[in-house]
């Protein structure tokens, strides 16, 4: 049964691949590219997020390849899949709960995780076949949570990262556009705008606490790596010739951020128009009641990790509840029991598009949050790792969602959350008007991604688009030698100053006694 869900939802997601819905309003190009694709192949909501871009530059006619391994073969149609034949580390691989009570494992997990994914990736002959001809390549796209592993790719070719995440301030900081932690969020948690005092403290810490992290879990891989290619640069080298940066924020949920040309703002990627939903679910879904749907991901809180006792809060919360509930929830039995369905993957954009769904429960991961914003749906969030936690407190912050925490969530605590959302309907104005803003845009998520890519191929990697301030170091940056040399100036222009006027005084004090001598 599980397996014939997640068959639908590959099917579905095959489906709208296929559909033509991918399909970019950018005029065709003059040109044909050879693109390769460097995602982490094991993470499939990686692999779901990128895949309209590399279908609809596949229907434009380009060349596009991407790694697959033998666990996950997608059928994106018309991209080659090189089955690199390595067992990468999976979402699977890590226990959610742990990650719950102690985010900090997480740090531990990723680096190891990364350094031995990195070995691997380079004792497979076929990825070394591929290395050895990237020079082929006009551009190879690299997901950032593959970096680790395919930064020697990226040396001397051109290339783009790709961002399953909102912009984290060290990312964008080595494309040379550091953000001000006086006001732009550190990405691990968010404060009310504009910061107060504390909160503005509190940004700062956390801003270099994400940098620190982002460079942690490059550290061991990157030891390995220089082993094994001695002639490579540092990662941070690597990483500031990046020629374009696809990255996932959007203004309705981040805000006005400024950012350079070659960084593109990609959020809502994913969406496309809603499908028709199974029938079993729609027949559930019609009528007069409102619906709340309940569901934490294809990958991160997949496995069945989730403690019992919490999935026995959220159903018998559900079952009390005067609405009905469509519940996705790892390791449960689907089938109907009163006014709660359960269920296994369902095709969640067509639920969320649907007018009954009132409520989204949610881990927030960054997927399911466009959707939701999208379709105008307030959120009760249950993160998990704690980029779900910098989601949530977006959305929190909007108006549009309250946040709980798995460690102390009980029935009451729910239920409560629940009929706050249900009868209070200010989260569902807030939500409609944050999903005004998020579909009010001149052009779409995927014409941005297709005309970037292709511009950074069509010009080689385009170097007029890079900053230059990517090549300056702090002291540069901030210009601390003549800020120092000005303070030096200062405090010797001050010294003779505070000279001249002892001796004139000595002088005048000196000529006031000679007088008194006189007389
Ligand atoms: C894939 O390529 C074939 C042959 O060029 C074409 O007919 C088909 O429409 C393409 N499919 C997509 C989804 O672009
Ligand atoms: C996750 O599930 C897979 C397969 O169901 C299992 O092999 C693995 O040990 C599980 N991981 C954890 C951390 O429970
Ligand atoms: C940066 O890009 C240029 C042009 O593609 C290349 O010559 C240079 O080696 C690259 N530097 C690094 C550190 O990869
Ligand atoms: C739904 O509500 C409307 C008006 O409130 C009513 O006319 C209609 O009969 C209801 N439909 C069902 C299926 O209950
Ligand atoms: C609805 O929620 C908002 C935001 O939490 C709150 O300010 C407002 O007082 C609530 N309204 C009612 C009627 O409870």
Redesign the pocket.
Known sequence: MKLLMLLSVLSTATAAWNSGYFTSSVPLPTERFKILFLLPTTFKSHIWMAAPLLVDLARRGHEVHMFCDSRNQFKIPNVTCINHGVRLSAPEDVDTFDVVRNPLSLLKTFTNAAANDAEKMFNSDITMKVFERRGEYDLIVIDHLGLSMFYPF?????FAILSCSPLLPCQSASLGNVPNPAFVSSALMEFKQPYGTFDRLKNIVLTLAQCYVYWAIHSQSEIVMSERFPWL??FK??E??ASLHLVTSSMALDGPLALLPNQVPIAGLVLRPPQPLPKDILDFMSGNTSVIYISFGVSFIRNDSIPRDKKDILLSVSKKLPYKVIMNVYGQASGRSGNVLLTGMVPQQDILAHPNVKLFISHCGLAGVDETVYHGVPVIALPAAPEHGAMAGKLVLAGTAIQLSWLTLTEEILRDAVMEIMTNSSYGENMAFVSRVFRDQKDTALDRAVFWTEYAARF??A?HLKSPARHLSWIEFLSLDFILLALVLCYCAFNVFLKVIRALRTKCVGDKNEKVKIT
């Open positions: 990226a040396h001397g070719t051109p640069p540092s080298e690597i500031r010739n080689r990697g170097p």
